[in-house]
């Protein structure tokens, strides 16, 4: 089974470039059903070396960064048992390295999660510096200030990242600044640590209390997840032996969402989890799409030219720098001048060169970027520079006259799950080409 599952990511390490076709000027309708959370995964996955035992993993997206994991915890002594396309069993009882290949840390960001993983559980971790998206200067200091707030000694040289502890005991940690990844890589290593560790000033987003949950559910003791300060009450070990499911994906939702409004189409969009969709939901609504939120799922359509807006990226539960670029699709389309201010990432605004190519008009500079509406979107051969970019030029080749062609699949690959086959269900014409 792991090899069927690993193939797809072999395919993009060179041996094939591959592109997708879409012919445009298409009105998304249907159904369409949310994996679960890739940033709450690329987490959870190395949380599980914290455990010297058995458990289960549900709800897994099946996406490259999920297999790069999968394939880090085999290197270091993990049994890793895919039982399913979205389940897999980890052994992690003979665990016998605390180095991580750099060649594998270096494809994606949330290699990092392996230092907080490997100190709480070993005493010690050495993880080359992690790569992924170009989104900009994406310092680790936070991280850094909480492992040795713990007791930790922490030094970077020659492209790895090397922790060493005798014991690590409990402290009250300020974040400078509100960082996702450091909350919970403190958290991490903290969970086995002597005493009650603070973390004060933490990042709120979903993922984080879907890890905190994860760990209380393999024995740990994490209390105010989700909240500005969270408590990690210090326990001897996690035993394990238990079935955990990965929330449902607040982004992957989220492009669904804005797809259907650049559209004018009409869409359901299943397994979600409404209250994580707040922000984007009330943007829609004041641009003039429409949201009608039921249970785990919801309906989103719209039947007309949407109106400008200003919008600013923000920690949750503010408006996601993850779905700005998606949400600049729609802007680009939308009657008047609409401004963007990026907020996280110095970087992110790449994508907005290839949207004009397609005759978008949007001027960046720094973190901001004006958005001049245009009637409509010309297709023509594009670049995915991220992630979230590939799924915004996704969006663009959708509502665009003509076939547009978009590259460097391999961005998007790491976090969206059969994306072109769910698009294809809603009525879209993309196919998935190999040249």
Known sequence: MSEILYSKYTKYGGIVLEKLVITGNTSLKGEVVISGAKNAAVAIIPATLLINGVCTIENLPNISDVKLYCDILKSLGSIVTWNSEHEVTIDNRNINSYKAPSDITSKFRASYYLIGSLLGRCKKAQVGLPGGCNLGARPIDQHIKGFEALGADVEVTNGNITAKARKLTANSIYMDVVSVGATINIMLASVLADGTTIIDNAAKEPHIVDVANFLNTMGADIRGAGTDIIKVNGVKELKGNATYSVV?????????????????????????????????????????????????????????RTNKATIKTLPYPGFPTDLQPQMGVVLSLSK???????SIWESRFQYTAELN??????????????????????????YACDLRAGAALIIAGIVAKGKTEIYNL????????????????LGAKIERIDE
């Not at 989220?254 to 189409?265: D, E, I, N, R, Y």
């Not at 190519?357 to 594009?382: C, H, R, Y």
């Not at 391999?410 to 269900?425: L, P, S, V, W």
């Open 248 to 304: 449902p994906d607040q982004i992957e939702a989220g492009t669904f969402m804005l797809a259907a409004v650049a559209s004018k189409g009409d869409v359901i969009i299943k397994n979600c989890i409404t209250k994580h969709l707040e922000s984007i939901t009330a943007k829609i609504v004041e641009i003039g799409g429409n949201v009608d939120a039921n249970g785990d799922h919801l309906r989103v359509w719209c039947n007309t």
């Open 357 to 382: 190519k397609m005759g978008a008009k949007i001027t960046a500079q720094g973190k901001s970027a004006v958005f001049e509406g245009v009637d409509k979107l010309n297709a023509a051969p594009v």
């Open 410 to 425: 391999n961005y998007i690959d790491r976090g969206y799950e059969n994306i072109e086959e769910k698009f294809r269900k």
């Open 336 to 342: 008047g001048t609409s401004i963007i201010n990026e």
